[in-house]
């Protein structure tokens, strides 16, 4: 018996077949061929191979984006100390993702480049986590803001530097941790109550 | 009777070689027949093709850091301001870098990319004006900063977004300019005597 043709399953070949073949080269039929079966079965789940492409981008940002939440939502930390740890996390997590694998890593940079506004909602859902991390400050009294999301915007802005993937080479750089944490102790000393 | 051959006039065609025949193929007999000279009269000056490209990078970059030098240390606005002032104008000169001509700017990132330490030289250079700002306000008692030095690499880091040249597609978008002052808004809230 055949195993079913999901679009998880479709996913995941079509990320491997990405990383064989390169963004720039792979096409359905290679997903397909992979998978055993006709082409026309791929397009039942995914329309178009620009919205293939744009699911492979959308999971692959999710593996970021998703544990970034829990940190986001974890209400063990105060929110100072919370931003803190939430911007240490998705440095550590970029690094990890751009050092262990550093042709994956290509691969996805590639692809993503050709999916603006798959990377525009993820940047926004991150700035939207920033934004409740500020606003459960707030409501504590341990930060002081008038715009919790627009603060959560500016926050990943002045962050761009330790999770922006142009970036990349620095992380691994002697001084990230020591500039990381002076960052944010300029951005928390601009957050807390007078 | 012959122009005399200077560095200067040899970094004029080197930038005009380079940006026909791109970085990668841009030799020093290319650099030296669009000079009418000998190879060796240009290794004279340059001892390698790595100091040639080296000192075309530098220079190509003194352009952006010798104005940014004069509003730092302008008196004529308060630290604050300043510092304002200096971000919008650092972020104004790349973005008009960047749009006016995409190609030359691309022969020149591409020509950096190969020189990362006139890049490091660079970039402290431009975060030590920002520290001379900080320390001007600390000096006013317009801004409050430990280590003004320390907190001008901070601030360089922070803003990287609006500066750094793998953020240039940002610098045209419609939210540019309020993404950088909410971005300034904050940190000069962390800078603020209390």
Do not use: C
């Amino acid at each position: 018996m055949t195993e079913q043709l999901t679009a998880e399953r479709i996913l995941d070949t079509a990320e491997d077949v990405l990383r064989r073949y390169g963004p720039a080269k792979a096409t359905v039929v290679d997903v397909a061929r992979a998978l055993g079966v006709s082409h026309g079965s791929v397009y039942r789940h995914f329309g178009t191979k620009a919205a293939l492409r744009e699911a492979v981008a959308e999971r692959w940002l999710r593996r970021t984006s998703v544990p970034m939440a829990a940190v986001a939502d974890d209400p063990a930390l105060p929110a100072p100390e919370r931003l803190r740890h939430w911007i240490r996390t998705l440095n550590a997590t970029k690094r990890h993702y751009a050092t262990q694998d550093p042709e994956l890593q290509r691969t996805f940079r590639e692809l993503i480049s050709t999916t603006t506004g798959v990377v525009a909602a993820h940047e926004a859902e991150l700035a939207g986590q920033l934004g409740r991390i500020v606003a459960a400050g707030v409501a504590a009294g341990d930060l002081a803001a008038a715009d919790p999301a627009a603060t959560g915007r500016a926050v990943f802005q002045a962050t761009a530097r330790f999770h922006h993937p142009a970036h990349a080479a620095d992380w691994t750089s002697p001084a990230n941790d020591t500039d990381l944490d002076a960052v944010v102790d300029l951005l928390l000393a601009g957050l807390s109550p007078r």
